[in-house]
Antibody
Framework: EVQLVQSGADVKKPGESLKISCKTS????????ISWIRQVPGEGLEWMGK????????NYSPSFQGHVTISIDKSTSTASLQWSSLRASDTAIYYC???????????????WGQGTTVIVSS | DIVLTQSPLSLPVTPGEPASISCRSN???????????LDWYLQKPGQSPQLLIY???DRASGVPDRFSGSGSGTHFTLRISRVEAEDVGIYYC?????????FGQGTKVDIK
């Protein structure tokens, strides 16, 4: 069974750093893109960026470029999303999701993690 | 950026009755390969989103056949032939033609 299991909720102060994770299982990690999607409480879904686990190439939404970093650890089949300096406006639920493949035709998100709640408050 | 506009934003439904949601794009989502790069997702209360429809009209694995997608270019529709109580949640369209991918605002479906 394909699974994406995300790290637990976190509470941070503005300016602090954070790394959340998405551990995958049940498939060949290198063969499927992974994206991160943000959901601010009570609002919709925003695509943040993706990584190709085959070559670690990343794409970011202009809205998030420079503020977050997406990375992978091939040894543990885990994708991560990190901030070096959090803002209160980063308070949200963050989802990782697997694309159906590693090319533009297979862009659809077929398996999602359970979400990680991040609260940034002084 | 490609902007997707859904309507209505709120849709009270009666079980057993049909329902439909519209998604309009400010740019054509028809790829040169003939496919429309438009998906539909459902986020049930307290859950992660799940894929319902991809490439405009193909049902994802395990999705009941009461769900159907149609449309091409800039206008797409998700239809539920007979709404069931388990269909409540927020429905999102998403375009895959341009990275960065974008979602519609969401349509909240609940029971009257």
């Amino acid at each position: 069974e394909v699974q994406l299991v995300q790290s637990g909720a976190d509470v941070k102060k503005p300016g602090e750093s954070l790394k959340i994770s998405c551990k995958t299982s049940g498939y060949t990690f290198s063969k499927y893109w992974i994206s991160w999607i943000r959901q601010v409480p009570g609002e919709g879904l925003e695509w943040m960026g993706k990584i190709d686990p085959g070559d670690s190439y990343t794409n970011y939404s202009p809205s998030f470029q420079g503020h977050v970093t997406i990375s992978i650890d091939k040894s543990t089949s885990t994708a991560s999303l990190q901030w070096s300096s959090l803002r209160a406006s980063d308070t949200a639920i963050y989802y990782c999701a697997r694309h159906l493949g590693r090319n533009a035709f297979h862009y659809r998100l077929d398996v999602w993690g359970q979400g990680t709640t991040v609260i940034v408050s002084s | 950026d490609i902007v997707l506009t859904q309507s209505p934003l709120s849709l009270p439904v009666t079980p057993g009755e049909p329902a439909s949601i519209s998604c309009r794009s400010n740019q054509s989502l028809l790829h040169t390969n003939g496919f429309n790069y438009l998906d539909w997702y459902l986020q049930k209360p307290g859950q992660s989103p799940q894929l319902l429809i991809y490439l405009g009209s193909d049902r994802a694995s395990g999705v009941p056949d009461r769900f159907s997608g149609s449309g091409s270019g800039t206008h797409f529709t998700l239809r539920i032939s007979r709404v069931e109580a388990e269909d409540v949640g927020i429905y999102y369209c998403m375009q895959g033609l341009q990275t960065s991918w974008t979602f519609g605002q969401g349509t909240k479906v609940d029971i009257k």
